[in-house]
Each structure stands twice: as structure tokens, then as C-alpha cells.
């Protein structure tokens, strides 16, 4: 934060004051539903269920709901789920999942309104730190984008960013896992293919972790299973993952990602609707493989340009869709991954700033509890940019200072302090509340400018983007995260094809 570098050459490290904001504040002031609407959006989710059904191919998945007293026509591949049967899973799911970090500080814990902001996707395309110019992500962008998010205070988790696309798709999810945890002991957050990298990264976290016991009671890594095709539909091979998932006992998030007018419906609650219903379906599944299992419901509903059909991330709908569905969550007490902080721009310009401050105040506020995409990312979802990650950790700081709200108590009322400066006792800005405020009340950017002209003049006149860039340079330069114990790390590349140099 900002406001250390501020106070450093007054306090020793010890004598911090409190951060402004933290990870894990409760949300919830932002309502874009009423409670008749999500009553009525979860009725309308359990009649698409029983009378639409899912389409599930011929496979355990579909034997799993068969068994279990679901309707199943095999003539069109559909599987008609009874609404008790949903009931009944909702009463078994976990309400809190704890998602650890490699180091305790940075745990969470995902329920109720508590938020916390992240990266997410799976960008092709990095703007380079050096050039500035457009070039193919690479795992070596993977590990220092993970090395800048483990620097950042307000970016409290890692959902790899970026394709490594200079390596083996066999070699893809278990080193993209890889670097990711040796670059930041933050919560790191995935996904695999196949069933066997899924045990491949098992194996390897248990090598960090001590054992596989100690992984689940603090799994410092969990998996996103993309499971559904929209509308409506479960694919095949990625079920496959998400079972094995489950029955290691791991936190999997079930992310289903319709897009209105395209994949669901133009109508912002029909496709709040179908989500639901997906997600419903999901976690019905999950505890019919493993009851209780830690599962997080993952809506990310998105918006098309109606005009074009083309993605769009940065819209005001995206924005309320995405608090709505964190309402869904809650009305269910189920934990919750969602959305913000995308952008429809090429470059961290002003159309990116207002785009992702709208989605992510809106995702925040709601109460959402997993908030991915939220730093890095450009040209909707396509490109992630070095300096947009600490412009993006300055924008989720003012966001997370919305969060705590305003505290009232009798100290901050303030009626002894108005009383002395009317009676000429000196001014606001010199009293001893002030001073303290200044510490524990405000949020002051690290990278947004706030001098007069002549001083910005003098700093060299910098825009935002050439001040973050200067600082994810000097961040990238002199953090070191704590790394993988040396001999473990050894047994992991005895173990595994590990391609980042060591």
C-alpha cells in the first residue's frame, strides 16, 4: 500500500498500522435483485431442470444421476433432475470453503458476503513490459505475473492469467500449476484437461504441502471445471475432470459461462435463470459424487453486443448480472466465484478504468466471494498487460475501501472534535484525529496521482500507465517470493517435466 511507503521513515516494520483494507471484508449493500426476484428466479431455475433438463451423453455421469432417481431420456441425451433431489444436494453442500495459502495469511474463507478480488482467464496475448507492443503469452509470463500478484496487497489470489503457449499442451496444466505456486504463496487457482494431470498436480502440491492429508485440510491450490456448453449442456470429458475432482476431495469451482443473446437468453433474468439452473445441476452432481464436498458456485454470465454478437466485458449489464448472481449465492448460503474487471479496450486507457471500476464495485459491493478477472486483463479476455495488474490492484483498493463502508461509533461522530475547532482550537487537519485517520480511514493509491501540476511536472509527468509500468518493472526487479523448499523442489523435477528454469 501506498500509505506504508508513506509512514516508513516513522515506524519500524513492526509498528505498521493497520492496513486500510483486507482481504475477506463483508459486501452485500449492492441489491440489483429483490428477494421476490431471486424467489422467482430460483422457481423458474427448478422448472427448466425438470422440464428441460440437461443434455448428458451416455457416461458415469449420467449412470451417477440415473442412479440417484433422475429421469433420463436416451433417445435426445437428456437428464430430467426431480427439484428435491436439488433440495436435497443444496442441504449437504459446504457453506464455507476454506481456500489456504501457501503461507496462512493469505487464506480465505469463501462464504456469506466476505470478498475477495483476483485474477482469473486464460488470455492468448501479453502486452511486453519492455516493448509495450502485443506478443504471445508464455509460461515464463505465467511465473512473473504470479511473482507481480504476490507483491500486490489488493489482488488476494491467483487464477493463472495467461496461456503458456511456448510449451507441449501435455506439459500445459501441471507446469502452468508449477509456476504458479513457486511465484507467490497467495491461494493459486486452476484447471486441467485430463484426469491424469489432475492426479499429476495432486502429487505435486503433496509434495509441497508435506502430504496429501495435509493438501486437503489446507489445499493451497484448488481447480475450475468448465463443465457445461451452454445452454444446458455437460461436456463429456471435462465431467470426467471435475468427478475426479471431487472424489480427491479438492475445492473445484463448477463455471458456467452462458452469454446473452447468444448462449441464453437476451433477457438479463432469463439468462440468470439458465445459469442458475446450470449451476443447480452442478452442484447437484458434485454431491451425489462426493456429499459435502467444498464446491463454489461459479456464474459467470456475460453480455453480447446485440447489435454485432460479439463478447463484451465491459458493460453496466455484466456489472449487474454478476451482483445478482452473488445474491443467488447468498439466498442459497453457498459460496460464490464471479466476474469483474473486464475491459472491451486494447490499452490500460480511460475506457478500461471506468469499465473495470464500474464491474468490480458492482461484483464488491454485492458481496460476492471469489471475484476473478479482476486485475490484468484487456481486449476482452484476450490480452493481460504487466502495468494493467498494478493499475487494476489500485482500482480494487479504492473498491475494497467501498466494501468497508463507513464506520459510526462515538469516536467518529466526532462532536468532541467539532466542538474544539469551532471554539478556535485550532483546525481539522491538525488534530490528533486526523492524524490518526490518516492512517486507518483513508485509502491513498500507490500509483493514481493526486500532486499538484508542478510537482506531477517535476516527477517527470507521467500518465498512469507509464507510473505502473515503472512500477511492475521495480516490483519485478526486487520482490522474491518465498520459494518452494529447495529439496522439494528437487523432488518435484526428479518427479515431473519441469520447464521453468530453476
Known amino acids: 500500500m501506498a500509505k506504508k511507503e508513506r509512514v516508513r521513515h516513522r515506524r519500524s516494520k513492526e509498528q505498521r498500522p493497520p492496513r486500510v483494507v483486507t482481504p475477506g471484508m463483508e459486501g452485500g449493500s449492492y441489491k440489483p435483485l429483490s428477494e421476490t426476484d431471486i424467489q422467482r428466479i430460483h422457481e423458474a431455475s427448478l422448472e427448466v431442470l425438470e422440464r428441460v433438463g440437461i443434455e448428458v451423453m451416455p457416461s ?30 443444496l442441504g449437504q453442500a459446504a457453506n464455507q470453503v476454506l481456500l489456504a495459502g501457501r503461507q496462512p495469511t493469505h487464506d480465505m474463507i469463501l462464504g456469506g458476503a466476505r470478498v475477495y478480488m483476483g485474477t482469473g482467464g486464460a488470455a492468448v496475448k501479453v502486452l511486453d513490459l519492455k516493448s509495450g507492443l502485443e506478443r504471445e503469452s508464455t509460461l515464463a509470463d505465467v511465473a512473473n505475473i504470479g511473482r507481480l500478484v504476490d507483491a500486490l496487497d489488493n489482488i488476494h489470489f491467483y487464477l493463472r492469467a495467461c496461456v503458456a503457449r511456448d510449451i507441449p499442451p501435455a506439459d500445459l496444466d501441471l507446469n502452468t500449476f508449477y509456476a504458479s505456486i513457486a511465484n507467490t504463496t497467495k491461494h493459486v487457482t486452476g484447471n486441467c484437461f485430463t484426469v491424469e494431470s489432475v492426479r499429476q498436480v495432486m502429487e505435486m502440491a503433496a509434495l509441497v504441502a508435506g502430504d496429501v492429508e495435509t493438501l486437503r485440510r ?13 445452454p444446458l449442456r455437460y461436456a463429456t470429458e471435462t465431467v470426467e475432470v471435475l468427478t475426479e475432482i471431487l472424489r480427491q476431495g479438492m475445492p473445484v469451482i463448477l463455471s458456467s459461462a ?47 453486443d446485440l447489435r454485432t454478437g460479439n463478447f463484451i466485458g465491459g458493460a453496466p449489464e455484466f456489472a449487474m448480472m454478476h451482483a445478482a448472481v452473488a445474491q443467488l449465492g447468498q439466498f442459497y448460503n453457498l459460496p460464490v466465484y464471479n466476474s469483474s474487471g473486464l475491459t472491451d479496450s ?23 466471494n471469489y471475484i476473478h478477472h479482476s486485475a490484468g486483463f484487456l481486449e476482452s479476455m484476450l490480452t493481460v498487460a504487466y502495468e494493467q495488474y498494478v493499475i487494476d ?13 463507513i464506520e459510526v461509533t462515538d469516536e467518529t461522530l466526532s462532536v468532541d472534535v467539532i466542538e474544539a475547532v469551532c471554539r478556535g482550537e485550532g ?36 500518465d498512469m500507465r507509464q507510473r505502473a509500468r515503472r512500477k511492475a518493472k521495480q516490483l519485478l526487479a526486487a520482490h522474491k517470493p518465498l520459494p518452494i523448499p529447495a529439496e522439494v523442489d528437487a523432488q518435484i523435477r526428479d518427479r515431473f517435466n519441469i520447464l521453468l528454469p530453476s
Open 258 to 304: 452462458p452469454q446473452s443473446g447468444a448462449t441464453s437468453p437476451a433477457a438479463l433474468a432469463g439468462t440468470l435463470v439458465q445459469i442458475n439452473a446450470e449451476e443447480l445441476s452442478g452442484i447437484t452432481y458434485a454431491q451425489l459424487v462426493n456429499p459435502g464436498a467444498p464446491v463454489i458456485l461459479g456464474y459467470v454470465p456475460s453480455v453480447s
Open 60 to 89: 458415469e455421469c449420467r449412470d451417477i444421476f440415473q442412479r440417484a432417481g433422475a429421469r433420463i431420456d436416451e433417445a435426445n441425451n437428456r437428464v430430467y433432475i426431480p427439484r428435491q433431489m436439488v433440495t436435497n444436494a
Open 346 to 368: 486494447k490499452l490500460p486507457d480511460i475506457q478500461a478504468g471506468y469499465e473495470k471500476g464500474i464491474t468490480g464495485l458492482a461484483a464488491a459491493l454485492s458481496g460476492a
Open 427 to 462: 483546525h481539522y487537519l491538525g488534530t490528533d484525529q486526523s492524524l490518526s485517520m490518516m492512517e486507518t480511514e483513508y485509502y491513498f493509491p500507490h500509483t493514481g496521482d493526486r500532486q499538484r501540476r508542478a510537482d506531477w511536472e517535476a516527477d517527470g509527468g507521467l
Open 218 to 230: 489446507r489445499p493451497f491450490i484448488s481447480f475450475v471445471a468448465c463443465w457445461t456448453v451452454s
Open 393 to 405: 490492484d489500485d482500482i480494487n483498493g479504492s473498491v475494497m475501501r467501498m466494501v468497508r463502508g
